[in-house]
């Protein structure tokens, strides 16, 4: 094994002495050109600031609901791109005061694009961000990093302050606009429960039980009113009986008859007063008759006509009548306190059947009202519960903003603040020589091995055995007057080649 590991080492250090210019010249050029490149190359300075951007209220389970996270991870992308953007780059410039404000544009956008080539932003686990800037002037590169973390923060701060601030602005507006839709839900509800106070749904049993008490009442008043007819019928029937006209009559027959008495004693029936006294007397009996048989229904009106009438025959007689005058007066009286009852029983009963339809009607639109009354209330409450909703998302998002406020001191800490660079941050000299000599002894070795792979040239016995087939009897050492022969243009003669070939 150490035979072999020998043989190898000999032959590899016997290619290199054979291709040692292909070493030796990248082996010179590489570190001088490494050299040039070191002096002419400008000189870059870093400068950085890390910065902790931490949710003090996510540590706090009793803050925990009230903070808004800034999802740093996630927003990552979006804020290393607006970084970049040329609206922050700008403001960074002119917060730097890097152009003057009259500057034309083309030298705006030339720094823009340096600036956006020299800054780096990196995240450190999920809280820690850090701002690289490279420059070549290291004196303004403090001042330029200053800038563009502020320009950063205010980005990384924006939407959560933004977010509150037109939260408040928007719940304030909502809840301006839905106190104006409670009043007017609650307006709705109270003046159908006005217009529909008797129609109610909690009046519903109370009305029920009011039309059966009606409808019992009404039947009640309704046989009273039939007695009071009966009984007004039964004394108009007995009134007239005992009607002051038939009295009247009666009385005349009864004079009429006495007159003809009185004529008899001294005339014969075939007088003429004796027979005028008889046709009187038969016209009396025929009108007693009439009316006998006529008895009118008697109303207000032929009341008063027959108590006016009674007090007049009164006034007039004043013999043997009085007991039928008396009866008749009683009568009378009795007749019109009966019809001032059935009058009164009528309208009683009038006004109980009014009621009793307004009742049917307020049941009957039970379900109407039940059902209106229902989508008002249940708009109340959906009204209600959406302002009582806002109001406490705008007194959340004051708190929120108040919480905001209170932590913003403890929210984003400054770890390593811009400074200025001491020394540039490129290689120094001695790298880039040293880094030469490297790659050109790397070049030079590479460019030996080619030169090895690809050059067919026997160089050892062991491969001329190999091609040839015989073994190699003796090996005659390099002459230059052996070179000079065989490089003689007869060399080309087939003769002289074979002679060759017979003499070696």
């Known amino acids: 094994m150490n035979d072999n590991l020998s043989v190898s080492l000999c032959l590899i250090f ?8 292909l070493i030796a010249i990248p082996l010179l050029l590489m570190p001088i050109l490494a050299t040039l490149i070191g002096l002419f190359t400008p000189k870059q300075y870093h400068s950085h600031t890390t910065l902790l951007i931490q949710e ?15 999802n740093l991870k996630d927003r990552f992308a979006a804020l290393d791109s607006l970084l970049h953007s040329r609206y922050v780059l700008q ?13 034309p544009q083309s030298e705006y956008d030339s720094k823009i694009n340096q600036l956006s080539a020299a800054v780096t932003l990196s995240l450190v686990g999920s809280d820690l961000v850090q701002l690289t800037f490279k420059t070549q002037q290291p004196q303004d590169s403090a001042v330029i990093l200053q800038a563009i973390s502020e320009r950063f923060l205010e980005n990384v701060l924006a939407p ?14 909502q809840i301006t606009k839905q106190e104006i839709e409670l009043n ?7 003046d159908f429960k006005r217009s529909q106070s008797a129609e109610l749904p909690d009046l519903y049993s109370a009305n029920v039980n009011r039309l059966h008490a009606l409808k019992d009442k009404e039947e009640e008043k309704r046989t009273q009113l039939a007695g009071a007819k009966a009984a007004l019928a039964a004394l108009q029937t007995g009134i007239s009986q005992v009607n002051p006209v038939i009295a009247n009559l009666e009385q005349q027959i009864v004079n009429t008859t006495n007159e003809i008495a009185l004529l008899r004693t001294r005339y014969t029936d075939s007088h003429s007063k004796i027979q005028a006294a008889l046709y009187r007397l038969h016209q009396l009996e025929d009108e007693r008759q009439a009316q006998m048989n006529a008895i009118p229904k008697i109303d207000s009106t032929d009341l008063n006509q027959l108590l006016n009438l009674s007090q007049n025959s009164n ?15 009683s009568q009378l009286k009795e007749l019109q306190k009966a019809a001032t009852s059935v009058k009164a029983l009528q309208e009683e009963v009038n006004s109980i059947n009014k009621l009793i339809r307004e009742s049917e009607e307020s049941v009957g639109s039970f379900g109407d009202v039940e059902r209106q009354m229902s989508e008002l209330e249940r708009n109340l409450q959906v009204q209600r519960e959406l302002y009582q909703d806002l109001l406490t998302r705008y007194k959340k998002a004051q708190v929120t903003g108040a919480l905001g406020q209170f932590e913003k001191g403890d929210r984003v800490k400054v770890i390593d603040p811009p400074f200025i660079p001491t020394s540039p941050s490129t290689p120094p000299l001695i790298v880039f020589i040293l880094a030469g000599i490297v790659a050109g002894l790397g070049i030079g070795i590479g460019f030996a091995v080619i030169a090895e792979i690809t050059d067919s040239t026997v160089q050892r016995s062991d491969k001329l055995t190999m091609l040839i087939g015989a073994p190699v009897l003796i090996r005659i050492p390099y002459n230059k007057e052996i ?10 003669h087939p003769d002289s080649s074979a002679s060759r070939a017979r003499g070696h």
């Open 160 to 173: 959560e302050q933004s977010s509150i601030s037109g939260s408040e602005k928007f719940l304030k507006e």
């Open 91 to 103: 403001r960074v410039i002119e917060d730097a005061k890097l152009l003057p404000k009259d500057a």
């Open 56 to 70: 003090t209220a996510k540590l706090n389970p009793f803050l925990e609901d009230l903070s808004v996270s800034t």
């Open 184 to 190: 007017k839900a609650e307006k709705n509800l109270a």
């Open 315 to 329: 006034r007039e007689q004043s013999n043997g009548n009085n007991k039928n005058d008396t009866l008749l007066d």
């Open 14 to 21: 016997n290619g290199a002495w054979r291709r040692r210019y």
């Open 483 to 492: 070179a000079h022969y065989a490089n003689r243009p007869e060399q080309n």
